[in-house]
Protein backbone atom coordinates (compact mmCIF):
# COMPACT_ATOMS: atom_id res chain seq x y z
CA UNK A 1 0.00 0.00 0.00
CA UNK A 2 1.07 3.34 -1.03
CA UNK A 3 0.33 6.41 0.55
CA UNK A 4 -0.05 9.87 -1.04
CA UNK A 5 -0.37 13.37 0.25
CA UNK A 6 -0.64 16.44 -1.66
CA UNK A 7 -0.25 19.77 -0.30
CA UNK A 8 -0.07 23.18 -1.77
CA UNK A 9 -3.94 24.10 -3.26
CA UNK A 10 -5.12 27.14 -2.75
CA UNK A 11 -6.64 30.04 -4.17
CA UNK A 12 -5.28 32.31 -6.91
CA UNK A 13 -6.07 35.11 -8.94
CA UNK A 14 -6.25 34.48 -12.52
CA UNK A 15 -2.23 34.75 -14.16
CA UNK A 16 -0.85 33.73 -11.02
CA UNK A 17 1.35 30.25 -9.95
CA UNK A 18 0.17 27.54 -7.48
CA UNK A 19 2.98 24.57 -6.84
CA UNK A 20 1.65 21.47 -5.98
CA UNK A 21 3.09 18.88 -4.20
CA UNK A 22 3.07 15.15 -3.79
CA UNK A 23 4.43 13.30 -1.32
CA UNK A 24 4.70 9.11 -1.39
CA UNK A 25 5.12 6.70 1.38
CA UNK A 26 5.23 3.00 1.99
CA UNK A 27 6.17 -0.61 1.75
CA UNK A 28 8.69 -0.16 -1.05
CA UNK A 29 8.36 2.73 -3.14
CA UNK A 30 10.17 1.96 -6.19
CA UNK A 31 9.33 1.69 -9.32
CA UNK A 32 6.28 3.71 -9.70
CA UNK A 33 5.45 6.60 -12.43
CA UNK A 34 3.32 9.31 -10.64
CA UNK A 35 0.60 11.30 -12.34
CA UNK A 36 -1.61 14.47 -11.58
CA UNK A 37 -5.30 14.54 -12.03
CA UNK A 38 -7.88 17.09 -11.70
CA UNK A 39 -11.82 17.00 -11.11
CA UNK A 40 -13.61 20.04 -11.94
CA UNK A 41 -16.95 20.72 -10.43
CA UNK A 42 -19.34 18.49 -11.97
CA UNK A 43 -17.13 16.80 -14.19
CA UNK A 44 -15.25 13.59 -14.69
CA UNK A 45 -11.47 13.34 -13.49
CA UNK A 46 -9.11 13.72 -16.14
CA UNK A 47 -5.83 13.87 -17.06
CA UNK A 48 -3.38 16.66 -16.24
CA UNK A 49 0.45 15.80 -15.88
CA UNK A 50 2.48 12.74 -15.50
CA UNK A 51 6.35 11.48 -15.05
CA UNK A 52 8.02 7.88 -15.32
CA UNK A 53 10.11 6.15 -12.57
CA UNK A 54 13.00 7.77 -13.33
CA UNK A 55 11.75 11.45 -13.73
CA UNK A 56 13.18 11.55 -17.76
CA UNK A 57 10.31 10.74 -19.62
CA UNK A 58 6.74 13.49 -18.56
CA UNK A 59 3.63 14.49 -20.72
CA UNK A 60 1.29 16.67 -20.21
CA UNK A 61 -2.65 17.65 -21.31
CA UNK A 62 -2.72 20.00 -24.57
CA UNK A 63 -4.85 21.83 -22.10
CA UNK A 64 -2.20 22.67 -19.85
CA UNK A 65 0.79 22.92 -22.24
CA UNK A 66 3.34 25.46 -22.06
CA UNK A 67 1.82 26.39 -18.47
CA UNK A 68 2.22 23.60 -16.28
CA UNK A 69 5.58 21.67 -15.65
CA UNK A 70 5.43 18.29 -14.09
CA UNK A 71 8.78 17.45 -11.87
CA UNK A 72 10.16 14.55 -9.86
CA UNK A 73 12.59 15.02 -7.21
CA UNK A 74 16.10 13.33 -6.11
CA UNK A 75 14.41 11.15 -4.02
CA UNK A 76 12.04 9.49 -6.76
CA UNK A 77 8.98 9.75 -3.94
CA UNK A 78 7.93 13.11 -4.07
CA UNK A 79 6.35 14.78 -7.48
CA UNK A 80 5.52 18.45 -7.68
CA UNK A 81 3.50 20.55 -10.26
CA UNK A 82 4.55 23.78 -10.84
CA UNK A 83 1.73 25.79 -12.36
CA UNK A 84 2.07 29.09 -13.62
CA UNK A 85 -0.42 31.69 -16.23
CA UNK A 86 -3.48 29.94 -13.71
CA UNK A 87 -6.84 30.64 -15.41
CA UNK A 88 -9.92 30.13 -13.93
CA UNK A 89 -10.96 26.58 -15.96
CA UNK A 90 -8.31 25.48 -13.96
CA UNK A 91 -10.35 25.38 -11.32
CA UNK A 92 -10.72 21.67 -9.39
CA UNK A 93 -9.51 19.66 -6.95
CA UNK A 94 -5.94 18.06 -7.80
CA UNK A 95 -5.07 14.72 -7.06
CA UNK A 96 -1.68 12.67 -7.19
CA UNK A 97 -1.61 9.15 -8.20
CA UNK A 98 1.09 6.26 -8.66
CA UNK A 99 0.61 3.14 -10.80
CA UNK A 100 2.84 0.65 -10.64
CA UNK A 101 5.06 0.64 -13.27
CA UNK A 102 8.17 2.41 -14.52
CA UNK A 103 6.41 3.79 -17.86
CA UNK A 104 3.56 6.46 -16.90
CA UNK A 105 0.15 6.75 -18.88
CA UNK A 106 -2.30 9.16 -19.14
CA UNK A 107 -6.03 7.39 -18.09
CA UNK A 108 -7.70 7.40 -14.47
CA UNK A 109 -8.25 3.63 -14.68
CA UNK A 110 -4.35 2.84 -15.14
CA UNK A 111 -3.01 4.87 -11.98
CA UNK A 112 -3.37 2.51 -8.26
CA UNK A 113 -3.02 4.53 -5.45
CA UNK A 114 -4.49 7.85 -5.39
CA UNK A 115 -4.03 10.80 -2.64
CA UNK A 116 -7.03 12.71 -1.21
CA UNK A 117 -6.61 15.55 -3.28
CA UNK A 118 -6.20 19.28 -2.78
CA UNK A 119 -8.45 22.29 -3.92
CA UNK A 120 -7.23 24.98 -6.29
CA UNK A 121 -9.49 27.65 -7.15
CA UNK A 122 -8.44 30.09 -9.61
CA UNK A 123 -10.85 33.92 -9.79
CA UNK A 124 -11.16 35.80 -12.71
Known amino acids: QVQLVESGGGLVQAGGSLRLSCAASGRTFVGYAMGWFRQPPGKEREFVAAVDWSGGSTAVADSVKGRFTILRGNAKNTVVLQMNSLKPEDTAVYYC?????????????????WGQGTQVTVSS
Open 97 to 113: AARRQYDLRVKVAEYDD
